[in-house]
């Protein structure tokens, strides 16, 4: 079952200017910065209410988010929301005929499995499921 919205991820060019002005804007600094050395990325968190920004920083030039910001630039890459069991919401949704980019949850940034809908089926909006690890 989807849960609620997760975080918003956002592709950036440089993860260090970004959190300064971030971190002006909401007026606080990010709660957690990590690096996600199998998908070539930094990330870093802002904890907004109920929901998180996510901003990612490619590590290597044929990341996912290296690619995003080359053919898209800088901004939106992707929505998350969190569910209460990844594995059981990526059957009912490749049974209901989405495309899955991953066949089994992925180690995620900030302790979550993950799995994305590939953005064809969801009128071109990547789709982030995620479920915390207990």
């Not at 909401?26 to 109920?50: C, D, I, N, R, W």
């Not at 990612?56 to 901004?75: Q, V």
Request: glycine fraction near 6%; charged fraction near 25%.
């Amino acid at each position: 079952m989807f849960l609620r919205l997760e975080h918003l991820g956002i592709a950036v060019k440089d993860l260090a200017a970004v959190n300064d002005l971030y971190g002006s804007l909401f007026a606080t600094g990010p709660y957690k910065q990590e690096e996600v050395v199998s998908e070539h990325v930094k990330t870093s968190f802002f904890q907004l209410g109920e929901a998180k920004v996510e901003f990612l920083e490619a590590t290597h030039p044929d990341s996912a988010i290296a690619k995003h910001i080359e053919k898209r630039g800088e901004g939106l890459h992707h929505v998350a929301f969190e569910v209460d069991d990844i594995r059981a919401e990526m059957e009912r949704l490749k049974f209901q005929g989405f495309q899955l980019l991953n066949d089994e949850p992925k180690m995620g940034a900030d302790n979550k499995l993950v799995c994305f809908l590939h953005p064809k089926g969801t009128n071109s909006v990547l789709v982030e499921l995620c479920q915390a690890i207990r």
